[in-house]
């Protein structure tokens, strides 16, 4: 139980193009999705925490205008990496609370999506 | 900025040696702590909540000390599969996601 899914896992694209980034949970539902970032030797940071149904907030220092969180539903959240550059190269992992189980702090993690861009 | 700190290593450690990790959060508001262990190119997976009252998995004990902030992991009998980064981890305080220290890369040699 509490599996979360991401897709796609790796993408390579050109800089100056949009990618989405879709963060399932398939097996609960989850109110609350979180996106995280991880550069090489480094440690995940936190981009924004995504609610279902309400705009998202974003940590200090990321553009919403270029990283776009949607939260249609309980289920699942997309990110949009919009005019992607060389320096938005990175691991992209998202993360989902289930509600109804666990601790309130616990977070089930994607399997990440590992995105560079030429 | 609310942290986590801890030592980079690497720590080479010969299978069956006992190896113990430390952090130290700055946030005193965090409310849990956890232990996650990330393979190389995955994504981190939970290892071990971590409790005041110290709590032990098998192998793995970790430690809490609220008063000196300090978060501690204690591996018995390591095994080559023990091999990864271990990232340690608090959360609540004010932040509503987790906040990550940069992980402890463990090497285990046979």
């Known amino acids: 139980g509490a599996v979360v899914s991401q897709h796609p896992s790796r993408v390579i694209c050109k800089s100056g193009t949009s990618v989405k980034i879709e963060c399932r949970s398939l097996?609960?539902?989850?109110?609350?999705m979180f996106w995280y970032r991880q550069f090489p030797k480094q440690s995940l940071m936190l981009m924004a925490t995504?609610?279902?149904?309400?705009?998202?907030?974003?940590e200090q220092g990321v553009e919403k205008d270029k990283f776009l969180i949607n939260h249609a539903s309980l289920t699942l959240s997309t990110l949009t990496v919009t005019s992607a550059h060389p320096e938005d190269s990175s691991f992209y992992i998202c993360?989902?609370?289930?509600?109804?189980?666990?601790?309130?702090?616990?977070?089930?993690f994607g399997p990440g999506t590992r995105l560079t861009v030429l | 900025r609310k942290e986590v700190e801890q030592d980079p290593g690497p720590f080479n450690v010969p299978e069956g040696a006992t190896v113990a990790f430390n952090c130290t959060y700055s946030?005193?508001?965090?409310?849990?702590f956890f232990w996650y262990r990330q393979d190389c190119r995955k994504e981190p997976k939970l290892l071990m909540s971590?409790?005041?009252s110290g709590n032990e998995d098998g192998r793995f004990t970790a430690q809490l000390n609220r008063a000196s902030q300090y978060i501690s992991l204690l591996i018995r009998d390591s095994k080559l599969s023990d091999s990864a980064t271990y990232l340690c981890v608090s959360a609540g305080g004010g932040a509503d996601g987790l906040t990550f220290g940069k992980g402890t890369h463990l090497i285990i040699q046979p």
């Open positions: 097996d609960f539902q989850a109110t609350t």
């Open positions: 995504s609610n279902e149904g309400s705009k998202a907030t974003y």
């Open positions: 993360s989902a609370r289930d509600k109804e189980r666990g601790s309130y702090n616990e977070q089930f």
């Open positions: 946030n005193s508001a965090s409310q849990s």
């Open positions: 971590v409790y005041s």
